[in-house]
Nanobody, 121 residues
Framework: QVQVVESGGGLVRPGGSLRLSCAAS????????MGWYRQAPGEQRELVAR???????NYVDSVKGRFTIGRDNAKNTVYLQMNGLKPEDTAIYYC???????????????WGQGTQVTVSS
């Protein structure tokens, strides 16, 4: 069994900051990548930021320079520091972990339950 749990969402004013955290636990052999996606009402889910096991990162253009993704391999945790938040950042943010479970030889995507981020004055 693998669990992916997010935390850190909330309500913030435009220009404010939030830090999201996501921790994976359970029967994990290796984690290959961890990332954050978001889905606004009526929109498709989109990749926000992603970090690989080697430390390579990529971001959607709309958050470059404002959001920073970080990873603590020892804790199987990924963070998303969000600065300069805008109303258009309002969405449910989901964590996705690409990992190989214990005693397996394939990779599986695990998703968290999502955390609401609302940017409003």
């Amino acid at each position: 069994q693998v669990q992916v749990v997010e935390s850190g969402g909330g309500l913030v004013r435009p220009g404010g900051s939030l830090r999201l955290s996501c921790a994976a636990s359970g029967s994990i052999y290796s984690i290959w990548a961890m990332g954050w996606y978001r889905q606004a009402p009526g929109e498709q889910r989109e990749l926000v930021a992603r970090v690989t096991s080697g430390g390579d990162t990529n971001y959607v253009d709309s958050v470059k320079g404002r959001f920073t993704i970080g990873r603590d391999n020892a804790k199987n945790t990924v963070y998303l520091q969000m600065n300069g938040l805008k109303p258009e950042d309002t969405a449910i943010y989901y964590c996705k972990v690409v990992l190989t479970p214990t005693n397996a030889d394939y990779a599986v995507d695990y998703w968290g339950q999502g955390t609401q981020v609302t940017v409003s004055s």
